[in-house]
Nanobody, 124 residues
Framework: QVQLVESGGGLVQAGGSLRLSCAVS????????MGWFRQAPGKEREFVAA????????DYADSVKGRFIIARDNAKKTTYLQMNSLKPEDTAVYYC?????????????????WGQGTQVTVSS
């Protein structure tokens, strides 16, 4: 059974930083691309960042480019999202997911295996 457990969220002032973690179990992480997504109240879930299987290639939503960094440690079965220069509009529940298809993980994400997410709140 695939499980994705996000952690590291919290309340931070604008301009601050947070580091999210996503622990994965139930699949061989090294054969999956990983992605981070977020959903703000009243909005659709949106793509934030993705990283290819071996970590050599990354992609970001325009809204977070230059501020967020996605990374992965396949040995630890964990993916990370370093979030810097946070803005109030970054406030959302953040989710991670895995998919063998890059076109999927770098856009809308998979249809299943979504975890509980971790809340990020940025105050102005």
């Amino acid at each position: 059974q695939v499980q994705l457990v996000e952690s590291g969220g919290g309340l931070v002032q604008a301009g601050g930083s947070l580091r999210l973690s996503c622990a994965v179990s139930g699949l061989t992480l090294s054969i999956y691309h990983m992605g981070w997504f977020r959903q703000a109240p009243g909005k659709e879930r949106e793509f934030v960042a993705a990283i290819i299987r071996n970590g050599a290639v990354t992609d970001y939503a325009d809204s977070v480019k230059g501020r967020f960094i996605i990374a992965r440690d396949n040995a630890k079965k964990t993916t990370y999202l370093q979030m810097n220069s946070l803005k109030p509009e970054d406030t959302a529940v953040y989710y991670c997911n895995a998919d063998p298809n890059w076109a999927t993980i770098a856009t809308v994400g998979p249809t299943d295996n979504w975890g509980q997410g971790t809340q990020v709140t940025v105050s102005s």
